[in-house]
């Protein structure tokens, strides 16, 4: 059980290049998120899904897309990149809860994003 | 929008000294998650509280959650240099993602 595994580790971009970070978990959760990470401001969602082949906007979607076209797999896409994007990006799943619950969040070990 | 503040932003101590660590809204939240973060890794979850005043203990962790379910405390006992880490809070409301605190991070000195 590999849990929440995320590619790749590291990556520098120049400004204006783009790029996708994959994400994939095999405990058959059906919520998943990316999350930015970047000192003094937390953890700060994305965007998330609840199911394969759904996708939301969370705190700070500008700048990003996703896909979860399979359940195991969400994909985040940089179309542009920006200095300011340069981050620790965290990938997350989650179970169903019971009575509409989250319920506990597994992250991945992070890509460090760094853009010129 | 719910906001949840984690305070102190940092903490440095001495080992064998207490601690407590606060996380607090004015806004109810459903249940409350405490997690840590290790340098180079993803959070881990420590514990859910889900009941107004509930108290749950991990080993010399003691975590509570307020009676109205706007706050919540983490207290380490005798602190030892493997509590050191990023502590970070999260707050479900119903049918909402998680909003996580900013983290308190925490620096146990041998």
């Known amino acids: 059980n590999a849990g929440v595994t995320q590619t790749p580790k590291f990556r520098v971009l120049k400004t204006g290049q783009s790029m996708t970070l994959l994400c994939a978990q095999d405990?058959?959760?059906?919520?998943m998120y990316w999350y930015r990470q970047d000192p003094g401001m937390g953890l700060r969602l994305i965007h998330y899904s609840v199911g394969e082949g759904t996708t939301a906007k969370g705190e700070v979607p500008d700048g990003y897309n996703v896909s979860r076209l399979k359940k195991q797999n969400f994909l985040l896409g940089l179309e542009s990149a920006a200095p300011s994007q340069t981050s620790v990006y965290f990938c997350?799943?989650?179970?169903?809860?019971?009575?509409?619950?989250?319920?506990?969040?597994?992250f991945g070990p992070g890509t460090r994003l760094t853009v010129l | 929008t719910q906001l949840l503040e984690q305070s102190p932003q940092f903490l440095s101590i001495q080992e064998g000294e207490n601690l407590t660590v606060y996380c607090n809204s004015s806004s109810v939240f459903s249940s409350l998650q405490w997690y840590r973060q290790e340098p180079g890794e993803g959070p881990v979850l420590l514990v859910t509280v889900v009941t107004g005043g509930e108290v749950k203990k991990l080993k010399r962790l003691t975590f509570q959650f307020g009676d109205a379910r706007k706050d919540s405390s983490l207290h380490i006992t005798a602190a030892q240099p493997g509590d050191t880490g990023l502590y970070l809070c999260a707050g479900e409301a119903r049918n909402t993602p998680l909003v996580f605190g900013k983290g308190t991070r925490l620096s146990v000195i041998a």
């Open positions: 405990m058959n959760h059906e919520y």
């Open positions: 997350a799943s989650s179970p169903t809860g019971l009575a509409g619950r989250v319920g506990t969040q597994y």
